[in-house]
């Protein structure tokens, strides 16, 4: 008989239980907030005639398939018992608040940013201030879902200053994959026409995947291995200073797109 393979890294507290009461106040302020932002979008739809306001909140919410990918990588789990599961894949069940917290996560804020970036009003300055707000307000915002247990991070997480809130890497590399998919966004300006708007879905979902593991690249191979703790550490280290270089890039094509105008 042989001996059953076990990875060198503890395994993801799947007997972790959803707290109710948190999960229906989550999923319904989650769901009265993207509301909101659907009759916003529609407002600006109807005064620019355009449909990329609501296309942005539809992005947003689909880019929820990258949760799974970066969640099972990266040691966290939404736990499973109770939750009410909109799918599951990678071997993590995602449950109907965060999706729709995804859909004004990113679409809310290319909602607010994409006019002013086709508007070529902003620039690289606009962009770095805005991406460390984003990482700010998003390690705040993490503090009460991770005390009343919404989702849990587990293992030896690099850059885990306070456990009661998210390790800061994740911090710094979600915030990353905001950007990027608007760069992409405004790269693609020119095709953004009639039923090209349709192409803010796949930028969206695409240009998020790219940054996150783009970044986290370093954490993933660290974490999922025998490494050393000095070893994780310094590729949370590696991860941030990469999603700095992600947003940099999202600058550069910033600057050239109003150099094009």
């Known amino acids: ?9 503890p395994q993801a507290p799947f007997d972790a239980v959803m707290p109710a009461g948190p ?15 659907a009759l916003v ?5 109807l005064r620019d005639r355009s449909m990329l306001p609501l296309l942005y909140l539809v992005a947003g919410f689909c880019t929820i398939l990258l949760e799974p990918l970066v969640t099972h990588l990266g040691h966290a789990v939404h736990p499973e018992v109770g939750q009410w599961t909109l799918f599951k894949t990678a071997d993590r069940a995602i449950p109907w608040h965060i ?9 809310g804020v290319f909602m607010v940013v994409m006019p002013r970036l086709f508007a070529g009003t902003v620039g690289a300055g606009f962009v770095w201030k805005s991406y460390f707000f984003t990482c700010a307000l998003a390690y705040a915002i993490e503090i009460v879902p991770v005390h009343v247990g919404l989702w849990v991070y587990y293992d030896t997480q690099p850059l885990w200053l306070w456990k009661g809130s998210m390790p800061l890497w994740w911090t710094f590399v979600n915030a990353s994959c905001i950007y990027f998919p608007m760069a992409m966004m405004l790269l693609f300006q020119p095709a953004l026409r009639g039923a090209g708007q349709l192409l803010v879905v796949p930028l969206s ?3 998020a995947n790219m940054a996150h593991f783009g970044a986290g ?3 993933y191979n660290a974490m999922n291995s025998s490494a050393e703790r000095w070893v994780i550490e310094l590729a949370g280290l590696a991860s941030v200073g990469a999603a700095l270089l992600i947003v940099y890039a999202c600058t550069r094509i910033v600057m050239f797109s109003s150099a094009r105008r």
């Open 1 to 9: 008989m042989t001996t059953p393979y076990v990875p060198p890294y």
């Open 23 to 37: 999960q229906a106040i989550m999923t319904w302020v989650s769901a009265i907030a993207l509301t909101i932002f």
């Open 217 to 219: 690249v370093f954490v």
């Open 99 to 107: 999706a729709l917290t995804y859909s004004f996560y990113f679409g």
């Open 205 to 207: 979902i695409m240009g």
């Open 41 to 45: 979008a529609l407002r600006q739809c």
